[in-house]
């Protein structure tokens, strides 16, 4: 019972440490922080199909439909409160990998287009995920305008 009550305790700990430290982070700015959070939830997504689209996870059809349908989800927010002007590399530095041409209104019409494909191939991966086949004819897509967009908005890993 004292071994029991260790654990729970330890365990209750943990989360709570964990949950201050997600909660409180380590400063920097909370748009920032959301559109990283919004990246990562893409690449966790895309990263479950990937890792069966390439054979590296066995193809699970529960676990497929639940990523694609995630990746249709986060395509289709709204993310303009995540891109509030004053948050690109050359205000922030490291904080962001956003370059500042996002900013640009001349690129808008660009940023526009980019984000429709992606919520174009999001929903066909969406609509294809209940067959390997269709996860695997479908990846590219995905895959083609995350890096369509990274290429040109995103500063490269140092």
């Known amino acids: 019972m004292l071994m029991k ?10 989360v709570v440490a964990g949950t201050i430290a997600i909660a409180g982070g380590h400063g920097g700015n909370p748009a920032v922080k959301a559109r990283k959070a919004h990246m990562q939830l893409y690449a966790h997504n895309l990263g479950i199909l990937g890792g069966m689209a390439k054979g590296e996870a066995d193809y699970d059809a529960g676990q497929a439909q639940a990523a694609a349908d995630n990746l249709a989800m986060l395509a289709t927010m709204k993310q303009m409160s995540y891109w509030p ?14 370059l500042p041409a ?9 940023l526009m ?6 919520t174009d191939a999001a929903a066909a991966m ?12 479908s990846i590219g897509a995905v895959g083609g305008a995350c890096g369509a967009c990274h290429k040109v908005y995103r500063q490269p890993m140092n």
């Open 5 to 14: 009550k260790g654990v729970i305790l330890g365990v209750a700990g943990a």
């Open 85 to 98: 002007s004053g948050t690109s590399t050359d205000e922030l530095g490291d904080e962001t990998r956003a």
């Open 102 to 110: 996002a900013w640009d209104p001349s690129n808008w019409d660009d």
């Open 113 to 118: 287009a980019k984000s429709a494909a992606m």
């Open 126 to 137: 969406q609509a294809a995920a209940g067959s390997l086949e269709g996860v695997q004819a």
